[in-house]
């Protein structure tokens, strides 16, 4: 005789099954290119300071940090460790589920209901690093600042995260969150 589990049985194992993905995506970060190039440029060159490269890519591996194709497309180091780097740690960084570039036409909206070809070229991956953190309840993490002024395709990613309810904040903030230290493999 076959066991039946009742309906409501999975309604709520499906409900609980969703619960616990939406908590776990709402813990993602998803880094703009800003963040990557600076972080190499200015803060943590990697042969200066590998254990920070070292806990991002244990972070991204770990899903806690991913980033959207368009936005690590516009990462092109030369030769060089960063290129390196990303050659080694691309598939782990890259948010595989390509569900958000659904949501990228209403967050182009954000910027302006009638942008040109030019316009929405000019901005590169930011539409697509907006809508990946709202497809995931994820986190916006960049370098750029708000400047509410600007207008149409000058908008900043975070004015653009605010209008899309979306959280946004720069790497210092996510170095507090995720707890980097340089000492992180000891803890």
Not at 1 to 21: C, N, V, W, Y
Request: glycine share 4%.
């Amino acid at each position: 005789m076959i066991s039946r589990t009742p309906r409501s049985a999975h309604s709520q194992g499906e409900a609980d099954g969703f619960a616990k993905l939406r908590e776990i995506m709402r813990n993602m970060y998803v880094l703009d290119a800003s963040v990557v190039i600076a972080a190499n440029d200015e803060y943590y060159p990697i042969d200066r300071v590998p254990e920070f490269w070292d806990w991002l890519a244990e972070k991204a591996g770990s899903g806690d940090i991913k980033t959207p194709r368009e936005v690590l497309n516009e990462i092109t180091p030369s030769d060089g460790p960063l290129n390196d780097w990303l050659k080694k740690h691309f598939d782990s960084l890259l948010l595989e589920d390509e569900e958000y570039l659904k949501k990228v036409p209403d967050i182009l909206e954000l910027y302006a209901t009638d942008l040109s070809e030019a316009e929405v070229e000019g901005l590169g991956g930011d539409p697509f690093l907006v809508a990946a953190a709202w497809r995931t309840s994820g986190t916006v993490v960049t370098k750029e600042v708000s400047s509410p002024r600007r207008q149409r395709a000058n908008r900043t990613i975070p004015d653009v995260c605010k209008d899309a309810k979306v959280r946004c904040i720069n790497d210092h903030e996510l170095i507090r969150e995720l707890d980097f230290r340089t000492s992180w493999k000891a803890r």
